[in-house]
């Protein structure tokens, strides 16, 4: 299957580096190698491979050249910017790997001027809308999650077995080359007891009594697990909200899959995979600035979420399981606002849409299949 990203990079190699990153198997490496441009491929695991770029031996009549997990060389960034002032981009140059990309890319030897930097995302119903129906990727990724591999497959037990091993590398490979963390069954136990957390704030100082550690232990363990693609928070939003709360964020998983705590929780977790993979495609190919929210305000009212797009509110979407009643925490919230934002009541099982004022209310598989 094509990629979304796959024309916005192939059109960037022309005259700068790029860099891909994301979540392990994502599918990064077979993107990269079905650009349509002749490659050779180079991973700095491999042993051959290192000789290879020790001494700058590869091809210079191929098209592309894939530099795979280049950021375990030590002062890599000085080094490809080596290559690019010397040689430029023919042939072009694509740096991919694990998600420590994403901050290796930051501090250091700096590559202004000399990059463009992509994100790489799970499948979800929009893209997966492009070769099945909008409603069966929903009802698949709300099961097995958007990887690919699993995805494809479409069996839950596949993907239980496929995530065991996926988690188990993260943990004890990324996560102790990248932080040299060794609290291994501590993390395990967080993850678990994120997975049962989807969709509720997150107290740090209860996840802090669970795993027996202090605050500012579990905040960082929380920030590793985002560089790594595991998770990524969502913060209340409170400019211009009267009374609304400044209190923890709520966290979702980049595998819709993994979630443990129901159904409707899964849905949410999609919506939000969505949702956050647009803003990161507006940010990566048009270089806004974008945030992702909820709202939530003392007397306990709440919508799940609040787009943001260099510092303007865009689109607020309440997700429902099965209620098609419209939310009346929606409208309260909508005050807030000029019509300019666009209010949704998302619903999985809706046998038909309704619009009240300016709020609709839309199938989830439909909204998902043309955010």
């Known amino acids: 299957m094509r990629r979304y990203l796959e024309t916005f990079i192939s059109e960037d190699l022309k005259t700068k580096i790029v860099l891909l990153s994301g979540p392990?198997?994502?599918?990064?490496?077979?993107?990269s190698k079905q650009l349509d441009i002749t490659y050779t491929y180079l991973n700095f695991d491999d042993t051959q491979d290192r000789k290879v770029l020790s001494l700058k031996e590869w091809d210079r009549d191929k098209g592309l050249i894939i530099f795979d997990e280049l950021h375990k060389m030590k002062n890599w960034k000085s080094?490809?910017?080596?290559?690019?002032?010397?040689?430029?981009?023919?042939?072009?140059?694509?740096?991919?790997?694990?998600?420590?990309?994403?901050?290796?890319?930051?501090?250091?030897?700096?590559?202004?001027?000399?990059?463009?930097?992509?994100?790489?995302h799970p499948i979800d119903v929009k893209e997966a809308a492009s070769f099945m129906n909008s409603r069966d990727a929903l009802n698949v990724i709300m099961k097995t999650g958007g990887f690919p591999e699993p995805f494809l497959k479409g069996s839950e037990s596949f993907a239980k077995r496929w995530r065991r091993?996926?988690?188990?590398?993260?943990?004890?490979?990324?996560?102790?080359?990248?932080?040299?963390?060794?609290?291994?069954?501590?993390?395990?136990?967080?993850?678990?007891?994120?997975?049962r957390q989807v969709g509720s704030s997150v107290s740090y100082s209860s996840l802090a009594g669970d795993l027996q550690v202090s605050v500012p232990t579990v905040k960082y363990w929380l920030e590793v697990l985002e560089k790594l693609f595991v998770i990524f928070p969502v913060r209340p939003y409170h400019r211009n909200i009267a009374r609304a709360i400044l209190k923890e964020p709520k966290y979702y998983f980049y595998d819709t899959g993994a979630v443990e705590n129901g159904e409707a929780a899964a849905l949410e977790n999609a919506v939000a995979c969505a949702l956050i993979k647009k803003l990161h495609f507006l940010e990566d190919t048009e270089g806004c600035k974008t945030q992702l929210?909820?709202?939530?305000?003392?007397?306990?009212?709440e919508v799940d979420f609040l787009t943001v797009v260099d510092e303007v509110p865009v689109q607020m979407v309440e997700v429902k399981l099965s209620d098609d009643n419209f939310s009346k925490h929606l409208f309260h919230?909508?005050?807030?606002f000029d019509d300019k934002v666009q209010k949704y009541q998302i619903v999985h099982n809706l046998s038909q849409s309704k619009m009240k004022e300016n709020v609709r209310m839309v199938a989830a598989h439909e909204f998902l299949a043309n955010i």
Do not use: N
């Open 165 to 195: 091993q996926h988690t188990d590398v993260i943990i004890r490979q990324d996560l102790l080359d990248l932080e040299k963390v060794r609290e291994i069954k501590s993390i395990e136990i967080l993850i678990d007891l994120l997975k």
């Open 333 to 336: 919230f909508a005050s807030f």
């Open 293 to 301: 929210h909820f709202i939530k305000d003392k007397e306990k009212r």
């Open 24 to 31: 392990r198997q994502v599918g990064k490496t077979t993107l």
């Open 79 to 120: 080094w490809i910017k080596g290559v690019y002032d010397k040689e430029g981009v023919s042939p072009a140059l694509l740096v991919t790997g694990s998600a420590r990309m994403d901050t290796f890319k930051k501090g250091g030897e700096s590559l202004a001027g000399r990059h463009f930097y992509y994100r790489l």
